[in-house]
C-alpha cells in the first residue's frame, strides 16, 4: 500500500514537471490557436516579445507582436477585411465611454454596445475589458452559448477562455471586468 501512494505521488509530480516544461518550452510567437484560420500566437507576459509592429502586406499595422490588440486587429483585417480607422490605443482605448449604448465607435469603425444591457453579445464581436493592469484586454467572442461565451485572446495563458454569461431582466452580463462589446455593422 505504501508502494502504491509513493506511485501515485511521484505520477502526480512528473505529471507536474510534465506540464510545467510544456508551458516553459513555448517561445514568444509559437502559435498556440487559430480562430477561422487565423493565427493566435504566445507571449510570455506584459512586453512584447519582440520589437517592433505587426504590419499586414498591404502596410496596415495590426500593432505590437503579439499583444491582444494585435491579434483582434489582425482577425478583423484578415477574417472581415475590415480595417479600424484608428490605430492607436491601448486594448482599453477600444471601448469609448462617451459614445452612447448602440452607436458607432468611428476610431473603430464598429458598433458599440455596454455589457449589461438588452443586447447579447455575438460571434466575431469584439469584447473590452477592465483587466489590470491600466492598459485592458481585447478578445474575440468565438462562441455564444446560453449561458457563458468562450474568447479567442492573445497575451494571455490561453488561447480560449469560457466566461459565464447571465441574462437578468432582459440584459445580458457577461460575468468579467469587461466593459462592453463592438460588432461590425449591419450595413457593412
Not at 472581415?80 to 477600444?94: S, T, V
Request: glycine share 8%.
Amino acid at each position: 500500500m505504501a508502494i502504491a501512494i509513493l506511485f501515485f505521488f511521484f505520477g502526480c509530480f512528473l505529471q507536474n514537471q510534465t506540464s510545467f516544461l510544456a508551458e516553459e518550452s513555448l517561445r514568444c510567437g509559437d502559435e498556440i490557436g487559430q480562430l477561422e484560420g487565423v493565427p493566435i500566437y504566445y507571449n510570455d507576459g506584459f512586453s512584447s516579445c519582440e520589437d517592433g509592429r505587426h504590419w499586414s502586406t498591404d502596410r496596415y499595422s495590426y500593432g505590437m507582436k503579439w499583444q491582444c490588440v494585435e491579434f483582434v486587429r489582425r482577425f478583423y483585417k484578415d477574417f472581415f477585411e475590415h480595417e479600424m480607422p484608428n490605430r492607436y490605443g491601448n486594448a482599453i482605448d477600444y471601448f469609448n465611454p462617451k459614445i452612447k449604448h448602440a452607436n458607432m465607435n468611428k476610431d473603430r469603425g464598429l458598433v458599440q454596445f455596454y455589457n449589461g444591457r438588452s443586447e447579447k453579445p455575438e460571434t466575431y464581436d469584439l469584447l473590452v475589458c477592465n483587466m489590470p493592469p491600466i492598459y485592458g484586454h481585447v478578445a474575440i467572442i468565438s462562441e455564444v452559448g446560453k449561458d457563458y461565451i468562450v474568447i479567442a485572446q492573445q497575451n494571455s495563458s490561453s488561447a480560449f477562455a469560457k466566461v459565464g454569461l447571465k441574462e437578468e431582466n432582459g440584459n445580458w452580463h457577461i460575468q468579467s471586468n469587461c466593459i462592453g462589446f463592438l460588432r461590425i455593422p449591419d450595413e457593412i
